[in-house]
């Protein structure tokens, strides 16, 4: 199902993360971010590092292939402090970061930071296929040779037509191109809304993903999570998701690798897709859990 | 994706079990079997039907469907232990049965009580590609006017070419409707092999399950827990498996709703892909388990 595309980012020292169907999933850690995180945007106000090294260093230890950094929060002056924080980031790890911010300025800080300490792709997250974003943002993911998440919508705003997301994303693909990013740095996201407000939420951007996939052959991520907004039991739902995605071709997903039960469903969606010779990574991982089960026990 | 065949089996008083892709999983509840369950075994032995009669009611008052009645043990007079447990159970609960049994006479015995008991339109589990099986299993379905699974093999053994088990697939369908057995009462399983022994196990399987569904347009079952046999941490891949299947196309397994991670996961998947109306399903589900935790607590 799907082509070969591979988007290729790349950290400090070579360290690389390769999306592509028939690989295992990338994992974009998402848990550097101070939204309903007081301490963290304290912290960050503060100028200090010691929770936002320790957020990046925890997730890659846990599996992270990228650390999404997003540093937005009321009061923030989002170019210095993303600029702050990209560079203590790139001293705590080596993997690509994912520059996280809807403010031009930040996101350009995020981007020059990471390249003047050694990273080599980073991804930009991210356009819509509306033409002003597009007009700011790809510009300059293509001036610092970045990746960019698409959100699958245009102007005509998110709503639940499959052709209508499609299009969207077909239309980023396109605009891209046109400023020299390849459609393998592009990748898109075909925009998870809270099923308990929709019911058919989940079944339009799982059919979204699927065309994406074979129509599109585009790399795609999934910031999952919203998918079980307003209802009870969000964890068991998020569970469902991400294999429900994947078999329909995911190739990255924006979560939080911290959480073991998602984290494991990644590491058995990864197995069953045949994306885990001789279930190494499986059986590592069940040692891990073992090992840390007996040192607290 | 896929067609809108429906494969409608009936109990009695009316109870039916609707496979269809559209709808929700149907659950075929696979606890009422004897093995590795010694004292099941002892009790079937002796005619005592306490332990059948409360496996069947505990799965249906947990979301059961279907009832799968499999009374194979060493030393079992099939065909008389399988009369007196279909009947049994058909006192107990009014959900159609799928008759599990790789004897076929027993397998008679199982549809003829499930008949006299009122029950309408029961499930064999099953017949092969095989020429042999099929001209064995088939007419007695359609005798009975009941569904049947096809596994996805033939002669040529289990292998791991998806091409193989669609042919297979094929070959019973064809074969099925020779008998008058319509397509939508045959219900195609991909065959699930071990993923811990060949790292290709779960692909191909999840590549024939959407070939059938997209290609054959038929309904399909699987007996998906054989996936994770011989790795560690079995139920957490098992848990994986299922939205994998069901994201293409799966529209019931053979399973043990029991399990409340697995039966969770099912009620997840489908509220994702939009067959859980308003999510009453899934919150019906969290007040039950709210509940029950309540009254243990």
């Known amino acids: ?45 503060a100028g200090d590092m010691t929770m936002a090294r320790a957020d990046a260093r925890r997730q890659v230890e846990q599996g992270a292939d990228v650390i999404d950094v997003n540093v937005g929060f009321a009061g923030s002056d989002e170019p210095v402090v993303m600029a702050a924080v ?5 001293k705590e790890v080596e ?23 050694g990273g080599k792709k980073a991804l930009v997250n991210s356009t819509t296929g509306e033409d002003e974003r597009m007009g700011k943002f790809l510009p300059l993911a293509a001036e610092y040779s970045a990746a960019i998440i698409g959100l699958a919508h245009d102007e005509r705003g998110i709503d639940f037509e499959v052709d209508h997301r499609l299009e969207a994303a077909a239309k980023i693909l396109d605009r891209a191109g046109k400023y020299g990013i390849p459609r393998s740095d592009v990748v898109i ?30 790399n795609t991520t999934s910031g999952a999570s919203n998918v079980s907004f307003g209802l009870p039991d969000r964890k ?16 990255s997903a924006i979560t939080n690798p911290l959480e073991d039960s998602i984290y494991n469903v990644i590491l ?17 991982a069940f040692r891990k859990r073992r090992a840390a089960e007996d040192g607290s026990g």
Chains 1, 2 share one sequence.
């Open 86 to 90: 990209v560079e203590a980031v790139m």
């Open 189 to 218: 996201d075909a925009l998870t809304l809270a099923v308990g407000a929709n019911t058919n939420a989940g079944r339009v951007t799982l059919d979204t993903q699927l065309r994406v996939t074979t129509e599109l052959q585009a």
């Open 1 to 45: 199902m799907g082509s070969t595309i591979e988007t290729i980012l790349e950290g400090r020292n070579g360290k690389q993360a390769v999306m592509a169907p028939g690989r295992r999933l990338v994992v974009i850690g998402e848990r550097l971010n101070p939204t309903n995180r007081k301490k963290l945007a304290a912290q960050l106000q």
């Open 268 to 284: 058995a969606s990864d197995l069953l897709m045949g994306h885990d010779a001789d279930a190494r990574r499986w059986i590592e």
């Open 95 to 117: 993997v690509p970061l994912c520059i996280d911010s809807a403010n031009l300025q930040a996101t350009e800080a995020g981007l020059k930071t990471f390249a003047e300490h």
């Open 236 to 251: 068991l739902i998020n569970l469902a998701y991400l294999p429900l995605l994947i078999s329909r071709g995911l190739t």
